[in-house]
């Protein structure tokens, strides 16, 4: 199943409260909108964020907003194919992904 929010800004819990809600798994995807605020500081405080939703019973998908860097920018991103567009990919973090400028998803 595929469902849709947006500004999210860095707060997770109406995620996690809708996973918990409608029994979600990690083949649902939940696409952000803009402005999840995930990679918007970088250290300690964004590895948290990610952390947190990699435990989450789905698989985010964001498009950036103007609340956070842009993957490409960040070390360790790395390019993907995933339903037929590229999106980038932390390792640490396989089921949160960030659409690539550009491509259909």
Sequence with gaps: MIYITGDTHGEFGRIEAFCR???TCKEDVMIILGD??????G??????KKEFLESLPITVFAIH???ERRPQTIEGYQEKVW????VYQEEEYPSLLFAKDGEVV
């Design 65 to 67: 907003g103007n609340h």
């Design 43 to 48: 250290g300690i405080r964004d590895m948290r």
């Design 21 to 23: 809600r409608f029994g």
């Design 36 to 41: 999840a605020g995930i990679n918007y500081n």
């Design 83 to 86: 339903h037929g567009g590229v």
